[in-house]
């Protein structure tokens, strides 16, 4: 663990089979969000630009 400016950081490692079994849970206990929020849609807008732009 290190000291950063006052707060601790902790690094964890978890398996594959652990991961899958919290992205479960989350995607079973979280409300279902259909809108995006204004800086993703920002953000797929110019990641589409961009591979418009590569494919000419």
Known sequence: MKKEGGTER???SITK???KEL???CSKTKPVVTARSPIIELSIQDYLKRENKDKK
Do not use: M, Q
């Open 17 to 19: 089979k652990t991961l």
């Open 10 to 12: 902790i690094t964890i």
């Open 23 to 25: 992205d479960d849970y």
